[in-house]
């Protein structure tokens, strides 16, 4: 029996599926030398701190402006220590639970104008900004084999 | 009103957003030089024809086994020539397309035991899927741009 419309995963699930990556991203942060976050670089690409910086604030921005419209969020930048990554990504796990169960019944289906500049339906914004996460990870990844030192394996959530 | 066990994404809603993600790989395949598709690599890693290979016998081998029990795949990993494959990439395309319209109804929520390995919820295999294609591909933009190459952007699907 062909199952058009059907349910694939539930919201409950895909917020842990979620902050299973984000834990894994998290302790790539954790094994990445402090003197590199911010000047290791490959083909003209970005810092993984940049990156890094780049997850952890769509992340809960994007919940909390689906909730409630306001998409205030913070781009910059600037070279800081792990430490303040890591106490940001933290707040944003807590963050991200609260504002998860918040949003309104019907709201993933909905279309909405994320940042005032990237309209989709709500699934398909969240959608990309776990897609973004994993992207930019696997960079990382790249990033920390080519300073000599291996990665927490992927499938460990 | 709080969303637990509401449907995030339908059974089509993510075959649609596979196949886009699909699509930006073979995208990245054909951007790739091809002589450097089986022996470019950074920091011990592996090559993107590798990876490529790894991604085109994983997907279209879950949705087979995950229908009908069939966890037959190839685990070659040997060079070959861009265009073939880019023709197992498309043949995998059909192949998905047409294995989900077969998946039975409730499998998604099923236990089954991926190429006799990997246990797990049915969805959350199919994720798993996806998400190491999106891990590699964005390993592939790193080996892309260190040979001054520009990749696909990653928005475009």
Redesign the interface.
């Known amino acids: 029996?062909?199952?058009?419309?059907?349910?694939?995963?539930?919201?409950?699930?895909?917020l842990a599926?979620w902050q299973g990556?984000r834990k894994l991203t998290r302790r790539l942060i954790e094994a990445y030398p402090e003197d590199k976050l911010f000047t290791h670089s490959?083909?003209?690409?970005r810092t993984f701190g940049a990156l890094a910086l780049e997850i952890v604030t769509m992340g809960a921005p994007m919940v909390r402006g689906a909730v409630n419209g306001d998409w205030t969020t913070s781009n910059s930048r600037e070279a800081r220590p792990k430490a303040e990554i890591l106490k940001m990504w933290d707040e944003a796990t807590e963050q991200i639970n609260d504002l998860w169960?918040?949003?309104?019944?019907g709201?993933?289906d909905e279309t909405i104008k994320a940042f005032g500049l990237y309209e989709g339906k709500t699934?398909?914004l969240i959608?990309?900004v776990i897609?973004?996460e994993?992207?930019?990870?696997?960079?990382g990844?790249?990033?920390?084999?080519?300073?000599?030192i291996e990665p927490p394996p992927?499938?460990d959530r």
Chains 1, 2 share one sequence.
Request: proline share 4%; net charge negative.
């Open positions: 029996m062909p199952n058009e419309a059907k349910n694939f995963i539930t919201s409950d699930e895909l599926h990556h490959i083909g003209g690409m169960a918040q949003l309104p019944a709201r993933f699934s398909d959608m990309y897609d973004n994993i992207h930019h990870r696997g960079q990844y790249v990033y920390l084999r080519s300073l000599g992927f499938f």
